[in-house]
């Protein structure tokens, strides 16, 4: 018997021709080339990922706590803790001496999120800028709504995942 590379016999499609078949391959092979470009953007950044992503969170000038930080970011507490006392210990947020403990950010990280963040817009926008205006509209348009979909998409793959049907009878 002849087979192929995956070993199956023939006819039967290996999950390369499976991958390339697969009607979100397109997307998930431009959000690759995103994420990549991204990072080298990001590495350009006087701040890293994680502190640009609590001091996104906390620039509404809100406090939070440990758990309400970690609830908001989808991290685990202990991720929380070791990033925000982190960023703590590079002055880039402060306690508030409270029970349970809050944080918000400093003034000087404030100043290192605006302008970590500028940079990040600005390529954003640089790269916006070469669409013409209907177009850039209707890209944004059409990015916020794939976003809304992706979302609910995941949430009914969570839930179906967490509440598979029942058989019939069962």
Known sequence: MVTNA?????????PQTLFDAHPGRHVAAEFHRLDATRRVVERQASLTRAERRLLWLLADGRPRTFREIAEELGLEQSTVNRQVN???????????????????PSDAGLRSFTGSISHQLDTYEAALARFDPADRENFTSLLGQFVAHYAEAAADAEAARDHPPRAPGA
């Open 6 to 14: 995956a070993g199956a016999g023939p006819g039967t499609p290996t």
């Open 86 to 104: 982190g960023a703590a210990a590079d002055g880039l947020v402060e306690s508030i001496e409270i029970r349970p403990r809050q944080v918000r």
